[in-house]
T-cell receptor, first 113, second 110 residues
Framework: AQSVTQPDIHITVSEGASLELRCNYS??????LFWYVQSPGQGLQLLLK??????LVQGIKGFEAEFKRSQSSFNLRKPSVHWSDAAEYFC???????????FGTGTSLTVIP | DAGVTQSPTHLIKTRGQHVTLRCSPI?????VSWYQQVLGQGPQFIFQ???????GRGNFPDRFSARQFPNYSSELNVNALLLGDSALYLCASSFLAEAFFGQGTRLTVV
């Protein structure tokens, strides 16, 4: 069965500090992995995705994620956080049809000045 | 270029009533899926439609139904509303294994 675990419910970082959000997945086949960001009351915006190939993927807004098959992980990173990055972050695993996603419970990011 | 549009944006219904939510996908996208996001949780998959046919269904009761029209727009219907159906309902259209989400419909059941 497909599932996604985001172990950190809430993270607080200082502006300019580095960030890593954890994601572990369970999926029977080769996973398609995604990170989405959601601002309060808004829909989901795609940050980056992994389908195959290079295990380090670059996304928008300076985010990157690394796929580690041996650890079933797809952690999101950013070297220097900006106040505007405060939001809810969701990791998701999807089928190759691209429209059946299984989301984690999310990590809420607070950025302090 | 218009993104995924959902209507209405907000809705208040009474327990036992029926509700219809609407979604227009991005032009050219033939697949639409629906998700329920309860406050504080991640979105839960409800349905996927492709070319007007149901291609997937999540673990939701039969009170939930959906359909897709020839123009690829979609409706989500929920009968006999319960307080627990209060949530943000998200629609996504997809192309080449990438999904694009609408802003959602916030349903409150009182």
């Amino acid at each position: 069965a497909q599932s996604v675990t985001q172990p950190d419910i809430h993270i607080t970082v200082s502006e300019g500090a580095s960030l890593e959000l954890r994601c572990n997945y369970s999926y029977g086949a080769t996973p398609y992995l995604f990170w989405y960001v959601q601002s309060p009351g808004q829909g989901l915006q795609l940050l980056l995705k992994y389908f195959s190939g290079d295990t380090l993927v670059q996304g928008i807004k300076g985010f990157e994620a690394e796929f580690k098959r041996s650890q079933s992980s797809f952690n999101l990173r950013k070297p220097s956080v900006h106040w505007s990055d405060a939001a809810e972050y969701f990791c998701a695993v999807g089928s190759n049809t691209g429209n059946q996603f299984y989301f984690g419970t999310g990590t809420s990011l607070t950025v302090i000045p | 270029d218009a993104g995924v549009t959902q209507s209405p944006t907000h809705l208040i219904k009474t327990r036992g009533q029926h509700v219809t939510l609407r979604c227009s996908p991005i032009s050219g996208h033939k697949s639409v899926s629906w998700y329920q996001q309860v406050l504080g949780q991640g979105p839960q998959f409800i349905f996927q439609y492709y070319e007007k046919e149901e291609r997937g269904r999540g673990n939701f009761p039969d009170r939930f139904s959906a359909r897709q029209f020839p123009n690829y727009s979609s409706e989500l219907n929920v009968n006999a509303l319960l307080l627990g159906d209060s949530a943000l309902y998200l629609c996504a259209s997809s192309f080449l294994a990438e999904a694009f989400f609408g802003q959602g419909t916030r349903l409150t059941v009182v």
